[in-house]
């Protein structure tokens, strides 16, 4: 209903809606504080945006992952690689079982 040469009744219609009530709606929403009566734009606008690759990327051999884990009186601790990923899975698959 906002666009450039739409009518609020066109609109209305191809929706199978009164074009008062559309009507009543757009002016409750006007009623609103901050509300902007411009026509909303045919496309989202284009932001361009810098990034730059880290200065010292970390080997993936180097990552790893930390699990605690608790048992009893005590707690299991895990610190796994990521490229072994897989492998940590086996393990507490079995360790569940």
């Not at 609103?32 to 606008?45: C, H, I, W, Y």
């Amino acid at each position: 209903c906002k666009a450039p040469d739409v009518s609020i009744a066109s609109v209305a219609l191809q929706h199978g809606l009164n074009t008062n009530l559309v009507s009543k709606w757009i002016r409750l929403i006007d009623a609103k504080p901050g509300s902007d009566r411009s026509p909303l734009p045919n496309k989202p606008a284009f932001i361009a945006l810098s990034c730059s690759a880290p200065l010292d990327p970390t080997p993936t051999d180097m990552l790893k992952v930390q699990i605690t884990l608790p048992h009893s009186k005590a707690e299991i601790g895990l610190k796994w690689q990521t490229s072994e990923i897989p492998a940590l899975a086996e393990l507490l698959k079995a360790l569940a079982t």
